[in-house]
């Protein structure tokens, strides 16, 4: 047997917490594979002892003691080759023993012996010491680590943050975004709203190539645009030169997130989408007209929805968000102190639009001006 850092004798070497050591895997194995041969000895010597002519039934014990025996003898073989090779881990040897096991409780079974290999089992459950505990746990504690800091490098966000609320808001957009009545051609007009440089003039949406150049661009669906507009998903502030900078409102920066997490709730095509709110806004005692009008007309997102959305932030934004939060408590409390540190103020602090002040009910509430 090669020899490695304990010894001349590769069968000292401990396995994983919890398991045996291969030495012991070595021993049951070959105890397995006696008690398995003699099984099958009995059972063919209760064949050469029957003085009956009809010997067919103990033939075939016998037959079935021997196979099991034969796979016995082979897991054994196969454990100590294992043994002899350093490549080969614990488990392979654990493993090879367990089945030993079990062959001969089968073989014993078969011959209608008593089935004392069952008893070789316990030599390979070994209790963990507290020592062993400790050491899998700290094991645990670091992988639990590693994996969070690759998670953290790979998101940016903390798991509170890529976890629970993306959970929260995976749910959300399941439930609400098919209820919405898009499609995703309204989907790519709020992407571009976001983006500050979507504009309205003379009838015409268009995503313009520059931020503040309001004139030619990209065209960008003129129904669509109206009907996020007129359902609030959409803003509008006007420029010096008449035309109208289209923005995202709170509501459709929110439906927009949700509409990004479940894609599958978008419609396919717009008569799709009209289909949908039809059978949405169907009622008996409505005039028909009546009942197209409002289908024609993009329902709000779900108060609800809206209220439990919460954006995952990441780790750079908390950040800056504490390092402002200490910047205005300093203030507070008076400025400079003497022996007490000023902080540090971000190198470039991050662009982020303030949180409305107004409830979502009053929102809505406000007067929209019309585009066209």
Request: contains cysteine; hydrophobic residues 35%; proline residues 6%.
């Amino acid at each position: 047997m090669p020899e490695d850092e304990y010894g001349a004798n590769p069968q000292t070497r401990p396995g994983p917490p919890g398991e045996p050591t291969p030495r012991t895997c070595l021993q049951v194995a070959r105890q397995a594979a006696l008690l398995a041969a003699t099984a099958s000895d009995a059972a063919m010597t209760a064949v050469c002892r029957s003085r009956s002519r009809n010997t067919a039934h103990l033939e075939a014990v016998m037959h079935a003691a021997h196979r099991e025996a034969v796979e016995a003898e082979e897991c054994a073989d196969r454990a100590e080759r294992y043994a002899d090779d350093p490549a080969m881990p614990a488990s392979a040897l654990v493993y090879c023993a367990r089945r030993a096991v079990d062959y001969a409780v089968l073989a014993q079974s078969a011959a209608g012996v008593e089935t004392t290999a069952a008893d070789l089992r316990a030599e390979l459950q070994r209790t963990l010491t507290a020592g062993e505990r400790a050491e899998r746990e700290s094991v645990r504690r670091r992988e639990e680590a590693w994996q969070e800091a690759a998670e953290r490098s790979a998101t940016g966000m903390d798991s509170e943050n890529r976890t629970n609320k993306e959970a929260v808001n995976q749910h959300l957009a399941e439930r609400h975004v098919a209820a919405l009545g898009w499609t995703a051609g309204h989907a790519q007009v709020l992407e571009a709203a976001e983006t500050g440089r979507l504009y309205w003039r003379a009838g015409r949406a268009r995503q313009a190539a520059r931020h503040g150049v309001w004139s030619g661009g990209r065209r960008i669906s003129r129904d669509r645009t109206k009907e996020l507009f007129a359902a609030r998903f959409l803003v509008a502030v006007r420029q010096d030169d008449g035309a109208r900078v289209l923005t995202p409102s709170p509501m459709g920066q929110v439906a927009l997130e949700l509409a990004r997490l479940h894609p599958a709730g978008l419609h396919t095509s717009d008569q799709a989408a009209y289909e949908a709110r039809f059978a949405k806004v169907r009622r008996r005692y409505k005039r028909r007209d009546d009942q197209k009008a409002a289908a024609r007309r993009l329902p709000p997102l779900n108060s609800s929805a809206w209220r439990l959305y919460r954006r995952p932030i990441t780790l750079t934004e908390q950040d800056e968000r504490a390092e402002r939060d200490a910047t205005h408590q300093w203030e507070g409390e008076g400025g400079y102190c003497p022996a007490v540190r000023a902080p540090h103020t971000a190198a470039s602090p991050a662009k982020t639009a303030p949180a409305p002040q107004t409830s979502h009910t009053s929102w809505e509430s406000a007067e929209q001006p019309t585009l066209w």
